[in-house]
């Protein structure tokens, strides 16, 4: 009777189908341009339909998953231009940020939101990395620890720096809107 | 307390991941400590901003050709980023051909948010109709994937290859859930009914979204059987960081088997 899968296989392709937003929206913050998100997305899901028989279903999916963009983006990044800007993300920052209910809010949020990002762009791809796992996609610091390979004691340190600077490239005109928020 | 070991812990504190005792001490500490005040309130400001940064969502041309990847249909790469901005267009019609043949069978996978250390992958695909897997995360709610077409024999839920059928998602819950997503995945052979569902594009996969109330709640869904064989259909229901999966099978038979059974 045909229509009858590996249910091992198939819990493995529902994970990875429900990650793949989380996925993209790790690797757009890592590479700045979602073009350059795109090809590495595309790489990490075929890293990982290829090693899927050595995944370990005792551990968790998403962590292993977001192991494979990092390492995906870290070996595009040696073939595109890691200071360039995309045009697309700044088109991002303005038409998908919320608060439509205050439109004056919504631009000095927006504005900051650009800034924010601009800023994050400048951070080192380590430290960028860690501030989007630990803030945006919620993760613990164990948990990014194992997906950058490195002590968790490394982890605090980059949030730390990382924090420190973003603090001074925000500058004191970005406390009136978050204030505001 | 030292400014520097306060400092580490602004992630904690903002998150109350401190026991009580180190809670007061580092509160003692900020009130009187003006340099350390305005370092706690700076970092406040930065993880807020941090935080409301807009998601970039995932393009469709994308996601259609990842599911094709995923389900194991041969389906030709996306080209380099220069290539593909000289000839989106050319390509949008690919995959949206690409997509007609995208298909999908799952089982959710628990393991995706943070379940337990050993959960088996083999405990999470039950055969028979009605079964649940409940994880401990989301203690005491079950859900149930069952039709009216369920027959004892078999305990699957039966529809003939072109035809239509109501899957039905029971979940009960002790306590009221917020937020509740409850996704119901189908595998090749089956898709949501265009009629039933006009608003629904994606044929594999539908998210509902809803706050749970105490107690039953049911959601019913049509699907049609597009392809002969045993198909399992997945519920997985996902409050907060907790999921509850369950899944039933249903078979579709061929036009012909379904007259014969008629005739009996």
Not at chain 2, 183 to 194: I, R, T
């Amino acid at each position: 009777m045909p229509g009858r899968e590996d249910p091992s296989i198939a819990s493995f392709n529902a994970g990875l189908r429900i990650s793949l937003p989380r996925l993209y929206r790790y690797a757009a913050h890592l590479c700045r341009s979602r073009e350059a998100a795109s090809d590495a997305v595309q790489d990490a899901v075929l890293r990982a339909l290829e090693r899927r028989g050595s995944y370990d279903p005792g551990r968790p999916l998403l962590p292993w998953l977001l192991t494979l963009v990092r390492h995906a983006v870290v070996d595009r990044s040696r073939s595109f231009d890691p200071f360039r800007r995309s045009a697309e993300l700044d088109v991002l920052s303005s038409s998908e940020s919320g608060n439509a209910s205050d439109p004056a809010r919504a631009v000095a949020t927006a504005q900051l939101g650009d800034r924010l990002q601009a800023a994050l762009d400048r951070l080192p791809l380590e430290q960028r990395s860690s501030v989007i796992l630990f803030y945006l996609e919620g993760m613990t610091l164990d948990e990014i620890a194992t997906i950058e390979d490195v002590a968790v004691g490394t982890i605090k340190s980059r949030l730390h720096r990382a924090r420190e600077a973003l603090a001074v490239l925000l500058g004191p005109e970005a406390e009136k809107v978050l204030l505001w928020n | 307390m030292h400014c520097d070991t306060i400092r580490e812990l602004f992630d904690d504190l903002e998150g109350h991941r401190v026991g009580a005792c180190l809670e007061a001490e580092s509160l003692e500490h900020l009130e009187s400590c003006m340099a350390c005040q305005a370092a706690f309130a700076s970092h406040r400001q930065v993880t807020r901003a941090l935080r409301e940064l807009p998601s970039p969502m995932l393009p469709q041309d994308l996601l259609d050709v990842l599911d094709g990847r995923i389900a194991g249909i041969p389906v030709a790469p996306m080209p380099p980023a220069r290539v593909r901005s000289h000839h989106r267009g050319t390509m949008v019609v690919a995959f949206a051909a690409t997509a007609l043949f995208s298909v999908f069978l799952g089982v959710a996978a628990p393991w995706i948010v943070r379940g337990p250390a050993t959960a088996p992958s083999a405990a999470v695909v039950a055969t028979n109709a009605g079964t649940a897997e409940v994880y401990p995360d989301l203690d005491g709610v079950t859900a149930t994937v069952s039709g009216r077409y369920c027959l004892p024999s078999s305990s699957s839920l039966h529809v003939a290859q072109g035809k239509e059928v109501d899957v039905m998602v029971s979940l009960n819950s002790p306590r009221a859930l917020e937020n509740a997503k409850v996704h119901v995945v189908l595998p090749p052979g089956l898709s949501f009914s265009a009629k039933a569902h006009p608003q629904q594009e994606d044929k594999q996969v539908m998210t509902v979204h809803d706050n749970l109330p105490r107690g039953d709640k049911d959601f019913k869904f049509r699907v049609k059987g597009s392809r002969v064989g045993k198909w399992d259909v997945v519920a997985v229901v996902e409050a907060g960081d907790s999921v509850v999966v369950s899944n039933a099978t249903v078979e579709v038979s061929s036009p012909d088997d379904a007259d014969d059974e008629e005739r009996l």
